[in-house]
């Protein structure tokens, strides 16, 4: 437990050095959704740390390190080309940013806060894989489990993004509300598999003792997804710029979980 502790240590002091040098970034562009892509790249350098700091010999802890590594790799690519490093911000932290001015401090402190909040948060999310880096398995079956659990987490989120991506580079569609292949099914398929990946790492890290702990983890992903940044704040620009063509489509798909849409017309 203490080597697992120091580890979680080391993993909010290289977040918080890189969200640091990222909001002195925004500071210059002026776009703060820098900090995905630093939330999201954190987590390769935070499992590089656990691999060279890890007591466990490194072919034991590579096959969680690969996993957490492909899934961040994967996500902090899909978020610079989306343009989150260097295109114009995002409308949710253009929002946040005019809220912000009217604080005390500014909206600098303030997103000097937002930032390494995001950076405690890497530290807090990386209970769910930390345990295979401090102790051997003594249920090597959860480990695959856990793992089959991931790469389906992994290629849903991956699909449902090149499909956004696909359908936003149609010019027939500008101005339209994606409902095409898994978002008929879900209006944030990305959210349900990113939660699915967390729980892989979850069920992974069940197989080692205190693995239990590393439920931590998707939960307080769904709970941010469901309840603070993820599905509210989307859902709200979404309305603001999609009106009448979005609730159509809130009406018709489900919001979280793929299921069966109420009519299968697409909106046009």
């Keep these: ?8 240590a080391l993993a909010w002091g290289l977040a918080a050095a890189l969200q640091l040098g990222l909001w002195l970034v925004q500071q210059r ?17 935070v499992v590089v740390a656990f691999v060279v700091a890890s007591p466990r010999p490194a072919a ?3 096959p969680v390190a690969a996993m957490v590594a492909a899934w961040s790799l994967r996500l902090t690519t899909y ?8 295109g114009p911000e995002e409308g949710r932290y253009r929002d946040l940013r005019a809220r912000w001015s009217k604080g005390a401090g500014g909206a600098s402190r303030a997103f000097f806060v937002f930032f390494q909040a995001q950076a405690a948060l890497v530290a807090l999310l990386s209970v769910a894989f930390v345990w295979p880096f401090v102790a051997a398995p003594v249920w090597p079956a959860a480990q695959l489990a856990g793992a089959a659990v ?6 849903g989120e991956a699909v449902s993004d090149a499909q956004l991506a696909r359908f936003k580079r149609d010019p027939a569609r500008r101005g339209q509300v994606c ?20 729980v892989g790492y ?12 590393a439920a931590l983890g998707p939960a ?32 018709r798909v489900s919001a979280f979980i793929p299921w069966p849409p109420r009519s299968s017309r697409p909106s046009r």
């Design 220 to 251: 307080v992903i769904l709970f941010s997804i469901l309840r603070v940044t993820g599905l509210p704040a989307t859902e709200a620009q979404a309305l603001r710029s999609k009106g009448d063509l979005y609730r159509a489509y809130q009406a």
């Design 202 to 213: 979850a069920l992974y890290a069940a197989a080692f003792p205190w693995g239990g702990l």
């Design 179 to 198: 409902d095409v292949g898994l978002w008929g099914w879900s209006r944030h398929p990305n959210y349900f598999f990113e939660v699915m990946v967390w």
């Design 60 to 62: 034991a802890t590579w």
């Design 1 to 8: 437990m203490t080597t697992a502790l120091t580890l979680l």
């Design 29 to 45: 562009t002026g776009n703060a959704g820098i900090v995905d892509v630093g939330w999201a790249g954190a987590f390769t350098l």
């Design 150 to 155: 991931w790469a389906v987490g992994l290629v």
């Design 79 to 86: 978020l610079v080309r989306r343009g989150a490093a260097s």
